[in-house]
């Protein structure tokens, strides 16, 4: 019954911005860390930036100083502001949380169906 939902993603030009957010609905007991993480064409799947309950944050090397992740508990929402992009942002970006979906339950990982942007002049 849990879900995640994104949205904010488009084409954007280099230098532009863009706002990511991803809403967790459903049964939710209690959320842990929430995330967020991209994979390109040919590529794995990597980190973007994390951040736990307590407001920690970790980030990529590759987006330190250009990113920022935030989340509002109250709304169940994680998100990240995507400043100065380049083309090699470009990728297919998921958020996830780990959450307790009823006291009866255990913590699982969830992911959101995931949102284009594209960076490109």
């Known amino acids: 019954q849990v879900q995640l939902v994104e949205s904010g993603g488009g084409l954007v030009q280099p230098g532009g911005s863009l706002r990511l957010s991803c809403s967790a609905s459903g049964s939710i007991f209690s959320i842990g860390a929430m995330g967020w993480y991209r994979q390109a064409p040919g590529n794995e799947r990597e980190l973007v930036a994390t951040t736990g309950s307590g407001d920690s944050t970790n980030y990529a090397d590759s987006v330190k100083g250009r990113f920022t992740i935030s989340r509002d508990s109250a709304k169940n929402t994680v998100y990240l502001q995507m400043n100065n992009l380049k083309p090699e942002d470009t990728a297919v970006y998921y958020c996830?949380?780990?959450?307790?979906?009823?006291?009866?339950?255990?913590?699982?990982?969830?992911w959101g169906q995931g949102t284009q942007v594209t960076v490109s002049s």
């Open positions: 996830n949380a780990v959450i307790k979906a009823n006291y009866r339950d255990y913590f699982r990982l969830y």
